[in-house]
């Protein structure tokens, strides 16, 4: 269980929380991206489109930032 433990997280992507948090916004929205088109052809709905544009992360303890994409 250990081995296939690391082989499996090799080969994660982060979370986009963490991507968030460290400055890799693109990274962050491709990966969100992903699970949303994984999830809706998981439904049979693979034509619908990613429509989220802006995110609130918490950037430190009590201050939030908002991020937008283009």
Same mark, same amino acid.
């Given at each position: 269980?250990?081995?296939?433990?690391?082989?499996? &997280?090799?080969? /994660?992507?982060?979370?986009?929380?963490? =991507? &968030?948090? %460290?400055?890799?916004?693109?990274?962050?929205? /491709?990966? =969100?991206? &992903?699970?949303?088109? @994984? !999830? /809706?052809?998981?439904?049979? *709905?693979?034509?619908? %489109?990613? @429509? %989220? !544009?802006?995110?609130? @992360?918490?950037? *430190?303890?009590?201050? &939030?930032?908002?991020?937008?994409?283009?």
């Amino acid at each position: 269980p250990c081995v296939s433990s690391v082989v499996a &997280l090799t080969f /994660m992507p982060e979370s986009p929380r963490f =991507l &968030l948090e %460290v400055g890799k916004h693109d990274e962050a929205w /491709m990966i =969100l991206k &992903l699970i949303h088109d @994984t !999830n /809706m052809r998981a439904r049979g *709905q693979p034509e619908k %489109v990613f @429509t %989220v !544009n802006k995110i609130k @992360t918490p950037k *430190q303890i009590d201050e &939030l930032i908002e991020i937008e994409s283009d």
